[in-house]
Structure formats: structure tokens, C-alpha cells
Nanobody, 120 residues
Framework: QVQLVESGGGLVQAGGPLRLSCAAS????????MGWFRQAPGKEREFVAA????????YYPDSVKGRFTISRDNAKNTVYLQMNSLKPEDTAVYYC?????????????WGQGTQVTVSS
């Protein structure tokens, strides 16, 4: 089992930055690729970013590319999501997830989420 706990969410003005963290415990963190997702009210869950086991490879959808950066610190069992130039449409609950496979990602474990609200 891998337990994931997100933190760092909150209220931020449009154009501002925010950094989310996801702390992992349980099995060896470096054995898992990690991803971030988000879900806004009334919308489906959306992929935001992914990073490989060692951090050398990352993926982003066009909606966040150039604004969001995923990174990880395997010594701290933590994955981060740096979000810059935030927009009101980035408002959502953000979740981190762990995948035992790469590059095909199959997420085995999920956190409970952290709320991000971007005001205009």
C-alpha cells in the first residue's frame, strides 16, 4: 500500500503561483511514477501532469504546459506541482496518484485531494 497526502491548496488570485505537495508513505516511493489530476465541480477528472520514477521524464496536457511543473524528491518521498500564471479555470480539487508502470500509466493509489481556488 502507498498512502498519499496532498497539501498546499488554497485561495490565490489569478496570475499568481501556488505549489502543491504530495507526501507518500508505505512502499518505496521511487518505484512509482507519479501524476497529478484535477476535478472541477460538474466536470470529469482531468490529467494535469506526470513524472517518471527518477524524474527524467514529464508529461503535461496543453492546458497547463508552460505554466505547471511537476517535480519529485525521492529522498523526501514527495512529489510537487508548481503552478504559475493561474487562471480561474484552474479551480478544482487536485489529486496526486501513484503508478507502478511507465510510460503507460496505471494509477494504483490516490490521495484525497486538496482544493485550489483561483479568484478573478
Amino acid at each position: 500500500q502507498v498512502q498519499l497526502v496532498e497539501s498546499g491548496g488554497g485561495l490565490v488570485q489569478a496570475g499568481g503561483p501556488l505549489r502543491l505537495s504530495c507526501a507518500a508513505s508505505g512502499r518505496t516511493f521511487s518505484n512509482y511514477a507519479m501524476g497529478w489530476f484535477r476535478q472541477a465541480p460538474g466536470k470529469e477528472r482531468e490529467f494535469v501532469a506526470a513524472i517518471s520514477w527518477g524524474g527524467a521524464n514529464t508529461y503535461y496536457p496543453d492546458s497547463v504546459k508552460g505554466r505547471f511543473t511537476i517535480s519529485r524528491d525521492n529522498a523526501k518521498n514527495t512529489v510537487y506541482l508548481q503552478m504559475n500564471s493561474l487562471k480561474p479555470e484552474d479551480t478544482a480539487v487536485y489529486y496526486c496518484a501513484a503508478s507502478s508502470t511507465w510510460p503507460t500509466l496505471t494509477y494504483d493509489y490516490w490521495g484525497q485531494g486538496t482544493q485550489v481556488t483561483v479568484s478573478s
